[in-house]
């Protein structure tokens, strides 16, 4: 019993001595005991190594003091791939840690990796969409098509970054790299995809050619989960994408175009879906759906709508009988400003 408190409380020196950039503890505690190496520290307990790089306490952007850590502990028995390069899939899920992710390849992490198995390197900027880390793999040699039926994740790159729970203006850019770089997508969809890569003037082409695009629904784009939020876009037409993604500029086109402010989605078997576009404007985390939402409710859309939706993620089984205001409220997030506005607009649960 003693020795495994010993071991527990000498982990927990070394984590506060990399939280700290105390270079000088951390070799004198991993000098003193090598098996410190492999101590159960950082994401999925990665390692020691994985929680450096990540740079996480303190959310900063790597110091000299903490890529020269980096560098200690590869020199002296750190295993650079360990949990699958976990190092380096944690340093790239921000743009600011390029600098560690420059040392991890020189000194050997591999760009096409599978961290535990399942998940490609690539895919860490693609799930938090960051272009620059993104760019950087690509450049160093990760391939975007790196689809696998057999993994947890079985898509490509650009698959990973469509079905991004995150919600940010950097998609359309993520896309674009990806693009360029030859990526392939199950999503190949071209208005749905214009419009997420932002190329409105494509979209406004596609609607040229076919009018009563802003009418279709689309049962193949299976993509659009965020927050704790299960619903997806399945079945829905190019407002509820643009609704989904906070885009203002396409949601006002599309009903320029003719789109119907309250298109429902295709609803299942069981009959959960049937959702209108603002469904998806309203629960969006930290309010990024307001814009749209304003828009919406500014062109018609019905509040008293009333539809069964999936519920929570962490409740895979739940679906919930509700209108916008009662599935907003079940996605806090921000200042809850999309309920507030609801509410304003004398909206009823």
């Known amino acids: 019993m003693a020795t495994r408190v010993d071991a527990t409380d000498e982990i927990g020196q070394l984590k506060q001595a990399i939280d700290s950039n105390d270079l000088a503890r951390v070799k004198a505690l991993m000098t003193r005991n090598p098996g410190l190496h492999g101590a159960p520290i950082g994401y999925n307990n990665n390692g020691p190594l994985t929680w450096v790089a990540e740079c996480r306490v303190p959310w ?27 190092p380096l899939m944690r340093a790239a899920l921000v743009d600011y840690r390029i600098p560690m992710m420059e040392l991890l390849v020189a000194r050997g992490a591999d760009v096409n990796a599978l961290w535990n198995g399942y998940f490609p390197i690539i895919f860490a900027p693609c799930e938090t969409v960051q272009p620059a880390p ?46 360029a770089a030859g990526g392939e997508t199950r999503y190949n969809v ?29 049962p193949e784009i299976d993509f659009g989960m965020t927050g704790a939020r299960r619903l997806t876009l399945q079945g829905g037409t190019l407002l509820h994408v643009a609704a989904e993604y906070g885009n203002v500029e396409a949601a006002k086109l599309l009903l320029d175009r003719g789109a119907d402010v309250n298109a429902r989605a295709v609803a299942d078997d069981a009959g959960i879906g049937g959702q209108t576009p603002i469904f998806h404007a309203v629960t969006q985390y930290e309010d990024w759906g307001l814009p749209v939402a304003r828009l919406l409710l500014d062109r018609g859309a019905d509040l008293s709508v009333r539809v069964k939706l999936p519920g929570h993620y962490e409740r895979p089984e739940e679906t919930v009988e509700c209108t916008p205001l009662g599935y907003a409220r079940l996605f806090p997030g921000g200042e809850n400003r999309c309920v507030a506005l609801l509410t304003e607009r004398s909206a009823i649960e």
């Open 190 to 218: 071209p208005p749905v995809l214009d419009l997420l890569r932002g190329r409105l003037d494509l979209l406004s082409a596609h609607l040229d050619d076919d009018p009563a695009l802003v009418h279709r629904r689309f």
């Open 134 to 179: 993104l760019k950087w793999l690509l450049e160093h040699g990760a391939n975007p098509n790196c689809a696998d039926p057999k993994r947890k994740y079985p898509g490509t790159a650009l698959d990973q970054v469509i079905a991004s729970y995150g919600r940010t203006t950097r998609l359309a850019e993520c896309i674009e790299i990806l693009l």
């Open 60 to 86: 900063a952007p790597p110091t000299p003091e903490r890529l020269t850590m980096a560098e200690w502990m590869i020199d002296n028995g750190s295993d650079i791939h360990q949990g699958g390069d976990g």
